[in-house]
Nanobody, 123 residues
Framework: QLQLVESGGGSVQVGGSLRLSCKAS????????IGWFRQAPGQGREGVSCISKDRTSYGDSVKGRFAISRDNAESTVYLQMNNVKVEDAAVYYC??????????????????WGKGTLVTISS
């Protein structure tokens, strides 16, 4: 059964760091693009970052602060969050879709989703 499980959420102070993990099972991660998304209370879902086989992309609000990486051997994708801001508080989700050869992770195109991990920011 194909599954994505996020972990690593929690509470962090403004300016601090947190690393989220997205563990995949039931499929070969190598053949998939993985996206991180987030949704704050009362707001729509926002694309945070996307990683293909060898390229990455970031939303404007996290560029220079967040870093996505993947360890195919561990079937895990990471989101390193640095210098976090109050506005980074949200439920973070990872999602997967088969590689298309394009670095592209629109939420409507993602095939599989995790259940999310909550990140809270304290000032």
């Amino acid at each position: 059964q194909l599954q994505l499980v996020e972990s690593g959420g929690g509470s962090v102070q403004v300016g601090g760091s947190l690393r989220l993990s997205c563990k995949a099972s039931g499929f070969v991660l190598d053949y998939y693009e993985i996206g991180w998304f987030r949704q704050a209370p009362g707001q729509g879902r926002e694309g945070v970052s996307c990683i293909s086989k060898d390229r990455t992309s970031y939303g404007d609000s996290v560029k220079g602060r967040f870093a996505i990486s993947r360890d195919n051997a561990e079937s895990t994708v990471y989101l390193q969050m640095n210098n976090v801001k109050v506005e980074d508080a949200a439920v973070y989700y990872c999602a997967a879709k088969p590689n298309t050869g394009h670095l592209d992770c629109p939420d409507y195109a993602m095939s599989y989703w995790g259940k999310g991990t909550l990140v809270t920011i304290s000032s």
